[in-house]
Structure formats: structure tokens, C-alpha cells
């Protein structure tokens, strides 16, 4: 059974720096395609970046609102999914959750959290001005 649990969140005032870790269970995480996407109160949830499988490439995307700001990596030997968060914005506020695909490469549906069948409960980022 597939399992992502995420960890990292918190608060921090603006300009600061997270990183968010998911950990993976439960099927083959290499062959995975693996994304973060966020949710604010009040939004619907929207992706924030995508890492492909390394066999296909290990191409990542980052949505226009974080790219240069955050970075997406993975570890295949672990089972882990990372992102780093820096230069952050009180509207980076949001649940965070981390996704899997159970394909190496998603391509320009990456954004799209259907194309994504597994997911983790979330943590939490707040960030204050």
C-alpha cells in the first residue's frame, strides 16, 4: 500500500527558508513520478513542482510562482522526496502535500493534481511578513 507522510512544515517570517521531506512506502518509489502541491485556505490546490523518474531523465518543473526560489530533489536510496524552500513569501502560506505518479514522467499534465493517484495528509507552512 502506498504511503507518503510529509514532515518540515512550520513558520517562519518572510525570507526564510524550509525544507520539506516525504517519506515513501509501499511501492516502487524510483519508477515513481513525484510532485509537492499546495493548498491556501480558501484556493484550490495548485502545483508547485514535479520530478520525473530518473530512468526517464529526472525532469522537474516548477510552477512560475516559485521557480528560482524553491528546488525539487529526490532520493531514490531513501525513499524520499524533497523541497527546498527559500526567499519565502507570507503567500507561500499553505498545506503542502506530496504526490506520486505512478509513471517516470507526467509531462505538461504535471500541474494537474489528476494526474497524480497517491497523496500525503500535508504540512503545514506559514510564513509571516
Known amino acids: 500500500q502506498v504511503q507518503l507522510v510529509e514532515s518540515g512544515g512550520g513558520s517562519v517570517q518572510a525570507g526564510g527558508s524550509l525544507r520539506l521531506s516525504c517519506a515513501a512506502s509501499?511501492?516502487?518509489?524510483?519508477?515513481?513520478?513525484m510532485g509537492w502541491f499546495r493548498q491556501a485556505p480558501g484556493k484550490e490546490r495548485e502545483g508547485v513542482a514535479t520530478?520525473?523518474?530518473?530512468?526517464?531523465?529526472?525532469?522537474?518543473v516548477y510552477s512560475d510562482s516559485v521557480r528560482g526560489r524553491f528546488t525539487i530533489s529526490r532520493d531514490d536510496a531513501k525513499n524520499a522526496l524533497y523541497l527546498e524552500m527559500n526567499s519565502l513569501k507570507p503567500e507561500d502560506t499553505a498545506m503542502y502535500y506530496c504526490?506520486?505518479?505512478?509513471?517516470?514522467?507526467?509531462?505538461?499534465?504535471?500541474?494537474?493534481?489528476?494526474?497524480?493517484?497517491?497523496w500525503g495528509q500535508g504540512t503545514q507552512v506559514t510564513v509571516s511578513s
Open positions: 504526490a506520486a505518479a505512478r509513471r517516470g514522467y507526467v509531462g505538461a499534465t504535471w500541474h494537474n493534481e489528476a494526474s497524480f493517484g497517491y
Open positions: 509501499g511501492y516502487s518509489y524510483k519508477q515513481y513520478t
Open positions: 520530478i520525473g523518474a530518473y530512468a526517464f531523465g529526472g525532469l522537474t
